[in-house]
């Protein structure tokens, strides 16, 4: 089984401009996590997608949203991206109430 | 607010030596999982703990879970250099939030050298 594939790999945006990231989860599951990885802050929680719906959302502005498709592909966009937006973004998918499998990342710099 | 911590969050270690890394969380879960990142890399899940007195092993890795104490180990034995990486636990469906929601510790940066 292929694992979760996330495009682009690598991002570099400038302050203010938008962008939108994209997720294929594993063929089967239905539940997509995103998470926002930085040296300082570490691991945080952004948002869960099940059947098209958010189910849980972190502690992050408005300017950070998602969606899910009917095909479990998910897709999140930070618009009026800032400095410290800069971190690797982390997609997983999970086939019911088991492990959580994380694709490569993509890496964002804003400059 | 759900605090997970680990400790130590630098774990310098000779080969042979067996060490323990710890993980505290702060509220009920079901669910405890441990995950290795390597530099650059994204996540590769270990061991995920269901139940109290869970232990699970894989090769020189050994992760035990305790409810009651809200505190998983992750136990390394006679390390070698190739595990080398920094480890994270983390707790999914606290307070039953959802499992797809996972709050990670700080990590531990592991480097085994000879």
């Known amino acids: 089984k292929a694992g979760v594939t996330q495009t682009p790999r690598y991002l570099i945006k400038t302050r203010g401009q938008q962008v939108t990231l994209s997720c294929s989860p594993i063929?089967?599951?239905?539940?997509v996590s995103w998470y926002q990885q930085t040296p300082g802050q570490g691991l945080q929680f952004l948002f869960e997608y099940f059947s098209e719906t958010q189910r849980n959302k972190g502690n992050f502005p408005g300017r950070f949203s998602g969606r899910q498709f009917s095909n479990s592909r998910s897709e999140m966009n930070v618009s009026t991206l800032e400095l410290g937006d800069s971190a690797l973004y982390l997609c997983?998918?999970?086939?019911?109430?088991?492990?959580?499998?994380f694709g490569p990342g993509t890496r964002l710099t804003v400059l | 607010e759900l605090k997970v911590e680990q400790n130590p969050l630098f774990l310098s270690m000779q080969e042979g030596k067996n060490y323990t890394i710890y993980c505290n969380y702060s509220t009920t879960s079901d669910r405890l999982y441990w995950y290795r990142q390597d530099p650059g890399k994204s996540l590769e899940s270990l061991f995920v703990l269901l139940s109290n007195g869970a232990v699970k092993q894989e090769g020189r890795l050994m992760a035990s879970l305790d409810t009651k104490a809200r505190l998983s180990t992750l136990h390394i034995t006679a390390a070698v250099h190739d595990l080398s990486a920094t480890y994270f636990c983390a707790v999914g469906n606290a307070g039953g939030t959802s499992y797809g929601k996972l709050t990670f510790g700080q990590g531990t940066i592991l480097t085994v050298h000879p």
């Open positions: 063929s089967g599951h239905r539940s």
């Open positions: 997983a998918s999970r086939p019911g109430e088991d492990t959580q499998y």
